[in-house]
């Protein structure tokens, strides 16, 4: 549970196991040797994973700390099962790698999907129905053993006491925490809960969602997986699309949303919007941006 008391802010957490290509091509060459030929690379680390390329059609994933464990297991348990439902392409684990070489944790090899970072590379407004659409094709009744998540998917009253915190720091460090903000918070703590729980995704900023040429070509990063209230993934409309008519759309395109449930939404936004902001401020420029930008958005659109 998250402390109602002040808390110094924290950024991108440290790594518990440091990971480099030396390692990695160890694993490969020890548990795929097929693959340990191709060329690795360095990509990006988040604040759970480590991402290698390897060669040009596939990408290594390995937890770079111990609560990312088992969400890896997550994404190698359940997107296999869910990828044909969907309507854009998700890193599908090829291949599963074990505990080895003092590396304590299960990791995968996945396609390598082409495109950007959308806070790097902006979705086209054209992509609004695209996106809904995958939102739609996500959000179906999940079984009973669907992972369990205690921060995405649950009513956000459960979420209430250390975002307020988070809201009360930035309002001395921005002018982003506007009366607006705070009554648009206020509106989705309020929304009833109204609607079955589906699977989510569960983590659908930016930086999780690739976009090529303007379009939307996949969406990465599985590892919060879970099943509850569809308004948390919805909140990505306002984190995607800077254009008011493409979040229109979307959100119209999705269909038969309840006012309830768009509250909701844009209350996961908010919440969102000032994780990413406060946490960014810390260590990382880009999560800050998106927080920024997301609230500005919120603000504007009542």
């Not at 348990?77 to 590396?103: D, E, F, H, M």
């Not at 925490?177 to 900023?205: F, M, N």
Request: hydrophobic share 45%; with cysteine.
């Amino acid at each position: 549970m998250e402390k109602t008391r002040s808390t110094p802010p924290t950024g991108t957490p440290i790594a518990e196991f440091e990971l480099d290509t030396a390692l990695v091509t160890a694993l490969l060459a020890d548990q795929h040797p097929d693959l340990a030929h191709l060329p690795l690379q360095a990509v990006d680390a988040g604040w759970d994973n480590a991402l290698f390329r390897l060669g040009d059609l596939l990408a290594v994933r390995l937890p770079r700390r111990a609560v990312a464990a088992p969400l890896i297991v997550h994404e190698q348990t359940w997107l296999p099962r869910l990828a044909n439902q969907l309507s854009l392409p998700i890193p599908t684990p090829y291949r599963v790698g074990k505990p080895a070489r003092g590396y304590p944790w299960r990791w995968s090899v996945a396609p390598w999907l082409t495109g950007r970072a959308a806070d790097q590379n902006e979705a086209h407004p054209s992509q609004a129905p695209t996106f809904a659409a995958f939102l739609r094709s996500l959000h179906v009744p999940a079984p009973a053993d669907a992972p369990p998540n205690p921060v995405r998917g649950v009513p956000l009253s459960q979420r209430a006491a250390g975002l307020e915190e988070r809201m009360q720091r930035l309002a001395g460090a921005t002018n982003l925490i506007t009366p607006q903000i705070k009554r648009t918070w206020e509106l989705a703590l309020q929304a009833p809960l109204d609607v079955s729980p589906t699977w989510l995704h569960g983590d659908l900023h930016p930086r999780n969602i690739l976009v090529e040429r303007g379009v939307i070509s996949g969406i990465i990063d599985w590892g919060d997986i879970t099943a509850g209230d569809c308004a948390t993934d919805l909140a990505a409309i306002w984190m995607l699309f800077a254009a008011p008519q493409a979040r229109h759309d979307a959100l119209a395109a999705y269909a038969d949303l309840s006012d309830a449930t768009l509250h909701r939404a844009k209350g996961w936004a908010v919440l969102f919007g000032v994780v990413l902001l406060d946490t960014g401020l810390v260590d990382n420029p880009r999560n800050a941006a998106i927080g920024a930008y997301t609230l500005r958005r919120l603000a504007e659109s009542g």
